[in-house]
């Protein structure tokens, strides 16, 4: 007899609530939770298919060792011995900045990375490289400026607004906000409502909003230099808004006045009657913006994150009701990294400093083949696979082949494991307790804690134990008193309490918390996860227990231990807290407690995006005469998380958009398998001819390409057609979306 279990989709940020039947131990049905406080039931096509993601022939089920060019199974005693060994050996003779951690970004599991940090500084490294430093932290670190913290970050109030704006973001297939579709439609269906779409191609979204501004690719920061500039010429600014709650608005004003935002829009390709139009209604309306790749994957993405954010305070947009508001959260997603403090780590090879205490992944290969005598040597990569996920696959392979020590941690056999020395199974979303941080909602804070629903198979491991496993091998966890594995087998405020002793007189172990609290209430319930949260929550920051009581949490020491027991009460997910709606300006962490907009290291960056030079750098290129846009949202693609690609079986997953102007004068039909060429490399795939993309504009999806087990290839690797170089020069963000190319005919 089979089961339904409530848990949650792990294929995208916003881990929708799923109820999942359970037959023989194998996912055989799956619907959306109408109980889940957050999705209410909504479900995309990804997550019904989660189960391309459970079973297929890629699963790892035992540790695995690098052999003569094979792999040998292993004990996992063997595998912890030898990789702590190595570490140790590697670290002690090249010093701790030979040590990288690349992990805990996966979509639904995030608690790993407590671990895997944890570990790396133990061992005095800071090298932690996340996918967040391959995509936000451009966004992040702008943010970090205007409220004080980098973790401290905007996001849309769409549901007390009446008009959003949507830039470089297809929400009707990547989603990135709850219900994105549905809300998408509803803005672009309500007459009181308005969708004004950013984007060069005529997206899903762009197809059903009310405005949309095909801009020229690459050209989005001077837009948005441009729009700023109309709305200060035309005194629509809110000017009561920047008197009460903007600093540094005079120091930045000059950089948009005698501003030539004609000739700018021109560069765009867009109507300047038409910009003009939306920004007189940026200026009336209760509106709230959605940037996403389409921005932090491009030209000038750091400007751009940063002018986005001039926009909003001019207007009166931020920590408004309807505008982009600073959401609560139980803990920050990152750290706040200031790349001015001295005590920031940057790159050895190529000089980038962490952002949101993350590098990107953009620099690592340069940094591996350095030949500076602290260069990267060994590498813990964990629910991560550069050789897809990352730019210049090229580049990674070539390092990767040439490192002293790679370590993959993972569910399948990638194409990064196969390049490795050691590979270890792991647990995966559906076998484990395990959660997210991406859920910013406001003013509601969600959380759910997903439970194993699985058995597994083999002996794959939680994440968090390959971690303290690791630092157990090399002697970093502390000496923990039985008294508290005893009081851990007992109830959890017996616990606290033990523990709260050996704090007082250890205070040099609170560093080591999460291996503390993993080999002992970890371990008592079952999950070093579990462990983790619950310390999580003992410790949960003074915003959060005023937001946990306004959910009606009661105050006091017990909170945290409620918050818990209600968490495992209810594995659709709760409301863990309420930010307070009408005073969001208490969240800004600047020192004047107002919204900084002045960044003086943009400025000449700023100045320097005008009509001019920006038509000088965007001229064509005979050679390379199109725009590839290197990755495209859709359906159906999951990163490369899915690796059964039966779940895509009669559908065009993977094809190069090419629109009909453009394949007319190269003579391509649709169907047709052609070649696209960079600088970097070339794919053959099949052309798919639509006016979806804009003329002089290709598009390929990304998360394809994947090697099976079987030999089978599926799709074409977009990453294959970009170099690591190509990248934003401030965040080390990728250029994805815009590369130089061209197609040839087979």
Not at 16 to 43: H, M, Q, T, W
Not at 103 to 131: K, N, T
Not at 147 to 171: C, V
Not at 376 to 396: G, K
């Amino acid at each position: 007899m089979g089961q339904w279990h409530k848990t949650g989709c792990v294929l995208c940020a916003q881990n929708c609530g799923l109820e999942v039947f359970v037959e023989n131990n194998r996912i055989a049905k799956v619907r959306g939770d109408r109980d889940n406080p957050r999705s209410k039931g909504y479900v995309c096509r990804k997550g019904v298919n989660i189960a391309a993601y459970q079973h297929h022939g890629d699963r790892l089920t035992h540790p695995l060792k690098k052999a003569g060019g094979s792999f040998q199974r292993i004990s996992w005693d063997q595998a912890i011995a030898e990789i702590a060994s190595r570490i140790g050996e590697i670290v002690g003779e090249h010093g701790p900045r030979s040590f990288a951690y690349m992990g805990g970004g996966g979509q639904g599991c995030h608690f790993e990375a407590a671990f895997g940090v944890r570990l790396l500084r133990a061992l005095g490294s800071r090298y932690h490289y996340s996918a967040l430093g391959q995509e936000l932290t451009g966004l992040f670190w702008a943010s970090g400026r205007f409220t004080g913290k980098q973790y401290l970050f905007g996001i849309p109030d769409e549901h007390r607004s009446d008009m959003l704006l949507a830039i470089g973001w297809n929400g009707m297939q990547s989603h990135q906000m709850p219900r994105a579709p549905l809300v998408l439609k509803e803005f672009s269906k309500d007459p009181d409502k308005l969708l004004v779409v950013i984007d060069p191609r005529k997206s899903e979204t762009a197809a059903i909003a009310d405005i949309h501004l095909p801009i020229r690719p690459g050209t989005d920061a001077l837009l948005t230099r441009a729009m700023i500039s109309i709305i200060l010429t035309e005194g629509w600014h809110d000017r009561e808004f920047i008197d009460g709650h903007v600093s540094g608005f005079t120091a930045i004003e000059p950089w948009f006045r005698n501003f030539d935002a004609e000739a700018a829009v021109k560069v765009c390709e867009l109507d300047y009657a038409q910009v003009r139009e939306v920004c007189s209604l940026l200026s009336t309306r209760k509106w709230c913006m959605h940037t996403d790749l389409g921005i932090y994957m491009n030209r000038h993405s750091t400007p751009a994150s940063y002018l986005h954010l001039i926009l909003a305070a001019i207007c009166g947009r931020f920590c408004v009701p309807g505008g982009n508001v600073i959401p609560g959260s139980i803990m920050p997603l990152g750290a706040h990294t200031d790349e001015r403090d001295p005590r920031t780590w940057r790159t050895v090879a190529t000089g980038f400093p962490a952002l949101m205490g993350v590098f990107p992944p953009n620099v690592m290969p340069e940094e591996i083949m350095s030949g500076h005598p602290e260069r990267l040597r060994a590498v813990l990569c964990t629910q991560s696979n550069p050789l897809r996920s990352y730019a210049d696959t090229t580049a990674y392979e070539e390092a990767f082949s040439k490192i002293d020590l790679l370590v993959t941690c993972e569910l399948s056999m990638t194409e990064t494991a196969r390049l490795s020395h050691y590979v270890l199974p792991a647990l995966s979303g559906y076998e484990s307790w395990d959660s997210t941080f991406f859920a910013w909602t406001f003013p509601e804070i969600y959380f759910q804690m997903r439970r194993p629903i699985l058995e597994p198979e083999g002996e794959p491991l939680h994440l968090s134990e390959i971690h303290v496993r690791i630092a157990d091998a090399l002697g970093l966890i502390p000496e923990i008193p039985q008294s508290l594995y005893d009081a851990a087998s007992k109830d959890r405020m017996t616990f606290g309490m033990e523990l709260m002793a050996f704090m007082q007189n250890n205070p040099k172990a609170m560093g080591d918390m999460p291996y503390i609290l993993a080999k002992t209430l970890g371990k008592a319930l079952g999950s070093p996860n579990l462990g983790a949260l619950w310390g999580l929550l003992q410790a949960a920051p003074k915003s959060f227990r005023k937001a946990a009581a306004r959910a009606g949490f009661k105050p006091g020491i017990t909170m945290g231990d409620e918050i818990f027991q209600s968490i495992l009460d209810h594995p659709e997910g709760i409301i863990a807290g309420l930010a307070d709606e009408n005073d969001n300006f208490s969240q800004l962490k600047t020192e004047d407690g107002r919204i900084n907009v002045h960044i003086p290291e943009m400025e000449d960056w700023v100045r320097g995006i005008d009509a001019r030079s920006e038509e000088k750098d965007l001229a064509p290129d005979p050679d390379f005469p199109l725009v590839l846009q290197a990755g495209r949202h859709m359906n159906m693609n999951a990163n490369t998380l899915m690796r059964d690609p039966s779940w895509n079986e009669g559908r065009r997953f993977c094809t190069v958009m090419v629109h009909p102007d453009d394949a007319a004068g190269l003579k391509i039909l649709d169907g047709q398998t052609v070649r696209v060429v960079t600088e970097a490399g070339r794919v053959e795939i099949e052309a798919e001819v639509t006016d979806a993309t804009r003329k002089g504009q290709v598009v390929i999806p990304h998360g394809f390409g994947m090697v099976h087990r079987d030999g089978k290839t599926s799709g074409a690797n977009v990453n294959r057609l970009t170099k690591n170089t190509w990248r934003d020069s401030f965040a080390g963000t990728p250029l994805h979306r815009y590369v130089r190319c061209r197609i040839e005919r087979l």
